[in-house]
């Protein structure tokens, strides 16, 4: 016999002895937790029956015209006074893709130059804030829908991300011009 197989006997008998030491016992019973018990009935949230309860449902009662339920009026009414408001009102919260921001005017305008040139199809929009310039494409409601020119634009701009920003409505009409601008000078009777 060569020394790799009575390496191989031996560990197979050591490997069968020690087995034998983890069964279970013959006068053992099973888990030691089969003896357990805990009473949680004070813990736990009870119910009345339902048919203890007398259950009122109030009587819906149409209205006489075809069937609808005066809900739908006030419905309508709130509906509208949101409508009015959200076109009274200036500007709408939305995203943009900032594509360019900081103090060198002509690495804005070279930036908005390069941006014509490999996207022609954007619109991209140099602003002045004063100290700085930013160069934003897009007017987005949401995060998502600005994530497809993001991506575009990140390939050759690396330092673009995406900012939330606010936009002028289209098509708005002032209803109050003092808010213009038009307010007198309180002082002088002028304008501002």
Known sequence: ????????????????????????????????????????SVNRITFTDLD??????PEVVPSASSGSLAVDGDLAVAIQRNIDKNRSERTWSGFTVLVYSGVDRE???KTRNELFTQFPDLKPDLQYQQPR????????LNRIEAQTHYYQLREKFP???IIQDRFQREGYVNPDPIDDGERPNQVTGGRL
Do not use: H, W
């Not at 069964?23 to 003896?35: E, I, L, R, V």
């Not at 203890?52 to 449902?57: A, C, E, H, M, R």
């Not at 310039?133 to 987005?140: A, C, H, I, N, R």
């Open 107 to 109: 690495q804005a305008f």
């Open 52 to 57: 203890d309860i007398q259950l009122t449902q």
């Open 133 to 140: 310039y930013l160069l934003k494409v897009g007017k987005f």
């Open 159 to 161: 330092m673009a991300r």
């Open 1 to 40: 016999m060569n020394k790799s197989s009575l390496f191989l006997i031996l560990g197979l008998g050591f490997l069968s002895s020690s087995c034998a030491l983890f069964a279970p016992k013959q006068g053992s019973t099973g888990s030691p937790f089969d003896t357990y018990t805990e009473d949680l």
